[in-house]
């Protein structure tokens, strides 16, 4: 019973894929299968559309004006038509009242030209003198960008359409602002009353215009991050909401869709980080000791969970771990912190590689709440070199600190210091041990977020207490800059403070005009303006160093219209720019770096990536670089570039991390439009046990006695325990075969194999579907064994009416006689998709209005056997059976078939009628998602060794017609 539990709720993850093409007409909602078992991998591209007033479209982040004064010229940039968007007049931001201290930037040196330093350090790649960043006393300059918001920002996300989307929870009572257009009061999901008040909002952090969004599920502490076509997709809140999924895009009006029900576990205080194919983990949260992996962009998708006991023994008295810190390594595995602790973990097995050395001190996650970032990743331009990359970890408070403040009066509060120390380690290193400093002051609750230039800003939180309600005292106001390439001691530097406290529940983030975002602080439990520390719905500006206006005639300006923006993993690129009266210019003088934008909430910004690219090359008006190697260096999705001269940066361009052959995706709006039913795994079980009893379409999974029979070689091979297990032997005697009793059309069937271990030579053994007749229909796997030590083949084809000559070859990533391998063939109206372990190996479409024959007309039963092939299988036969290891064993376990019985020809019809029984049927099973094409294009990449439709000498160049076509 707990296989067959089991295998209904894993084995639908083989299946969900979408069939929908992408364009750039607005950057949409894609829906993808995720990477279920290993070694995944999908590179993918994202754009966005806008128009000029003149209507003149462009593809391109929406960077304008700098100057966030409201000249003339910057009026009429933002000017908004009447009607254009109904809800523009609610709040602009005032910058009459908006720049509190205009006149000065703190620095005494208004006007001054900045400095050179004396000392030119070597660069390492072209052995020129690495001219060292243009000085500036430029302490950073604060503006209000808007008065009022309408809602705290406590979970916030920049957008590819250069607006940012923030929210807080929809249980906590009223917000500031009431949706639009007035008079729409939806019933509050939670509380179950009319909510005529947003809790979420959209905002253009060029014009501080506002939109209302729609929030249902509560998405109170939630985890979050942008998917690889540039959507939000955000896991986990509290109360209805904590086990929701919510997605929503970067488009003009659009709202969140979202399904309460989706993940596997309570996901309050989760982390999110994207992997390298595309799909997302989701870790932990409170009293969940376990990562879940959910594709992206999607509402409805099987479980694939896996236990993370790490996450167990991290929970102290008031807990310390959550929000664990998680990034993704250039190896493609999770670092993951918590409390004091870092471990890391293979994600799609969950196997726990090593642990690192703890971290003294402190606890540094919630509700200790310290700050974290992975520095940046530098490359060089051949990407051949070791990449290595560190983590840095600050702040935090003792363990006990929480108890000593939450849930008491105030009066007997007490609000220990925060922890002032950072620390730093390789995580590529298996020997690296952390590295402490200490900042200029103690800091609980930061952000910490990087910058164009490489390096960090910390800001934001409290010098003592903890996170929670009315559990933090003295507001951090001042900001930190953190040059992580500087000796240990000199790496600091205060810029100029803030007058207004930002502590729990504040948020920030890097614009692509280099300025930064910051917005939030909500130290109540509910919007309380008369507060000690008020609800906080002022949003700022703050322009760090390099935006000293003394440094503009440095500052270099992206050609984006002669600039490349697609980028392929290895390839080089070219980014255009201007830089005025600049003296000639060499690989010393310009960096590329590409940031990857994060979800901000309480001081950790998830899936925050900052890549400092290989230059190659560099002129007086162009720039030459290499893309990162991979989506493990750079998960598939958007960055924005910045070309960097000196330390002064450029305005940012967006850019895209893809892979050649993938530049389309489904989206949620093509979803609906086609009816995309992804079932849920509650709908999924109780569609699965519907199927047992119905007489068309059946789930056979019983015993391998019950199902199959010997059709030859019985004396020699046997059902073993109930009958549950099977076993094929040879020997010189012959072989062995088994059949099922029912033959199918159209469906899903699997089955457990281990193969013939030691020395296979010559055998072969078999698992496929055929019907019978000379006109025959078969859809084959076919395992080649080979010498001891030598991998086996994997041989597949494809017959119909009797015609096969479509034989694709592999070699395995792994040993397939170390254990039982899952391998399933899905066969439905659209395509055959061979899957080994839940990765696609190969597709063969149906192309039959085209003229191509594809196996819809015949029942198939289903076949496994082992015989003697040393004619043709090991080496084209050279290689023959050593009859001395002898009898040859593979065994068998778990066959399943959930698949449309075969009743005769009335069953053409009736096993292709779209209906809910015959789930194959649906449109998202007809086209492997990116997230499958990824893996699948990795196995062909690696691992194919032979394809007909690359074989012209074999045809004599009359190539077969489906080989022109495309076959996912």
């Not at 296989?3 to 083989?14: D, E, H, I, Q, R």
């Not at 808007?146 to 940012?164: C, I, R, W």
């Not at 999705?637 to 305005?651: E, F, M, N, Q």
Request: hydrophobic residues 35%.
């Amino acid at each position: 019973m707990a296989v067959l539990v089991k295998a209904l709720l894993l084995l639908p993850l083989l299946f969900i894929a979408v069939s929908t093409k992408r364009s750039f007409k607005d950057l949409k909602e894609p829906l993808g299968g995720g990477s279920e078992t290993n070694g995944g991998r999908v590179e993918v591209n994202v754009g966005y559309r806008d128009k000029d007033d003149d209507g003149t479209e462009n593809i391109n982040f929406g960077v304008g004006n700098e100057d966030n004064s409201d000249s003339d010229s910057d009026a009429k940039k933002h000017k908004h038509k009447k009607g254009d968007n109904p809800f523009s007049w609610i709040f602009r931001r005032n910058p009459e009242k908006g720049d509190y201290d205009s006149e000065t930037d703190g620095s005494g040196n208004e006007g001054k030209e900045p400095g050179f330093p004396f000392e030119e350090p070597k660069n390492e790649e072209s052995g020129e003198a690495e001219k060292a960043d243009f000085e500036t006393d430029y302490l950073g300059l604060w503006k209000i960008d808007s008065e009022n918001a309408g809602v705290s920002a406590m979970q916030l996300q920049l957008m590819p359409n250069n607006k940012a989307i923030w929210f807080d929870s929809t249980a906590l009572g009223d917000s500031a602002i009431q949706l639009n257009p007035p008079g729409t009061c939806p019933v509050n999901f939670e509380k179950n009353y009319p909510d005529c008040f947003a809790h979420g909002i959209e905002y253009d952090v060029e014009s501080g215009i506002i939109r209302t969004l729609k929030m249902k599920s509560d998405p109170w502490c939630s985890s979050g991050g942008l998917t690889a076509t540039g959507d939000l997709i955000n896991t986990g809140g509290f109360n209805k909401g904590i086990r929701g999924v919510r997605v929503i895009s970067p488009c003009e009006n659009c709202e969140w869709k979202e399904n309460p029900t989706a993940l596997s576990a309570d996901r309050w205080y989760a982390s999110q980080q994207i992997l390298d194919d595309g799909t997302i983990a989701v870790v932990g949260g409170r009293r969940a000791y376990n990562y879940e992996i959910v594709p992206p962009d999607s509402l409805k998708f099987p479980i694939q969970q896996f236990g993370l006991r790490f996450l167990q023994e991290t929970t102290d008295e008031v807990e310390n771990n959550l929000y664990p810190f998680v990034y993704l390594t250039p190896d493609g595995n999770l670092f993951i912190f918590a409390n004091n602790r870092a471990i890391l973990v293979e994600p799609k097995t969950g196997k726990t590689i090593r642990e690192f050395p703890n971290l003294p001190g402190g606890s540094r996650n919630y509700p200790a709440s310290g700050m974290s970032a992975l520095l940046p990743i530098k490359l060089s331009p051949e990407n051949t070199d070791p990449i290595e990359a560190e983590v840095i970890v600050c702040g935090g408070n003792q363990p006990e600190a929480f108890k000593e403040v939450d849930g008491k009066p105030m009066e007997e509060k007490n609000f220990l210091p925060a922890l002032q120390d950072c620390a730093r380690i390789s995580i590529t290193k298996e020997d690296a041990e952390w590295e402490k400093e200490d900042m200029p002051t103690p800091r609980i609750m930061g952000d910490m977020l990087h910058l164009p230039t490489g390096d960090l800003l910390i800001l934001n939180g409290a010098q003592k207490g903890t996170s929670g309600w009315w559990n933090a005292d003295e507001p951090n106001l001042t900001p930190v800059l953190y040059s992580p390439n500087k000796k240990n001691g000199e790496r600091f530097k205060e810029l100029k403070p803030t007058q207004i406290p930002r502590m729990y529940h504040s948020t920030a983030a890097v614009l692509p005009d280099g300025k930064v975002l910051v917005a939030g602080s909500n130290e109540n439990d509910k919007y309380n303006f008369a507060a000690r520390f008020p609800t906080e719905l002022r949003v700022e500006k703050f322009a760090p160093p390099y935006l000293d206006p003394a440094l503009d005639k440095h500052r270099p300006e992206i050609l984006e219209d002669t600039s490349d923006k697609k980028l392929t993993y290895g390839e080089k690129f070219k980014v255009s720019f201007k830089l005025d009266n600049a003296p000639e210019l060499g690989v010393s003088d310009i960096k590329l770096t590409m940031l990857a934008p994060p979800f901000t909430t309480h001081g950790y910004s998830q899936n925050q990536r900052m890549l400092v690219l290989g230059v190659t090359e560099v002129t007086d008006q162009l720039v030459t670089a290499v893309a990162p190697p991979s989506g493990k260096i750079a998960p598939p999705g958007y960055y924005i570039v910045y070309v960097v001269h000196r330390g002064v940066p450029s305005r940012g361009m967006i850019s895209q991390t893809q892979n050649k052959s993938m530049f389309h995706f489904p989206s949620l709006k093509e979803e609906e439009k086609r009816t995309v039913n992804l079932v849920e795994m509650a709908r999924l079980r109780a569609l699965l046990i519907a199927l047992f009893i119905t007489t068309t379409v059946q789930s056979y999974d019983d015993k391998f006695s019950n199902s199959m029979y010997f059709n030859w070689g019985a004396q020699r091979s046997s059902f073993l325990g109930n009958g549950d297990e099977l076993q094929l032997a040879l020997d010189k005697t012959g072989g062995s075969g088994v059949q099922s009793k029912n033959a199918f059309l159209f469906g899903s069937i699997e089955m457990l194999i281990k193969l013939v271990p030691g020395n296979s030579a010559g055998t072969v053994a078999a698992y496929y579907l055929s019907s019978t007749g000379p006109k025959h229909d078969e859809i084959d796997f076919e395992f080649l064994g080979n010498s001891s030590g030598q991998p086996y083949t994997i041989h597949t084809n494809v017959y119909t009416q009797g015609v096969g000559n479509k034989e694709q070859q592999f070699q395995l990533w792994f040993d397939p006689t170390a254990g039982f391998h899952n391998y399933t063939i899905h066969w439905n109206p659209t395509e055959v998709v061979w899957y080994i372990d839940g990765l696609p190996l190969r597709v063969f479409r149906n192309y039959q209005c085209q003229g191509i024959g594809y196996p819809n007309q015949q029942g198939m039963m289903v076949y496994s056997s082992l015989w003697n092939a040393d004619n043709w299988a090991t080496r084209g036969g050279l290689v023959k059976i050593d009859w001395n290891s002898a009898p040859f064993i593979a065994r068998c376990r778990n066959f399943r078939a959930r698949a449309c019985k075969w009743n005769g020809p009335v069953s053409i019809t009736q096993c292709a009628s779209p209906t809910p029984a015959n789930w194959w049927t649906s449109p998202s099973y007809s086209q492997l998602s990116y997230g499958k094409q990824g893996q699948l294009k990795w196995i062909r990449d690696t691992h194919m060794i032979y394809d007909y439709c690359k074989d012209t000498k074999r045809f004599h160049g009359q190539m077969p017609a489906e080989c022109f076509l495309p076959q996912y």
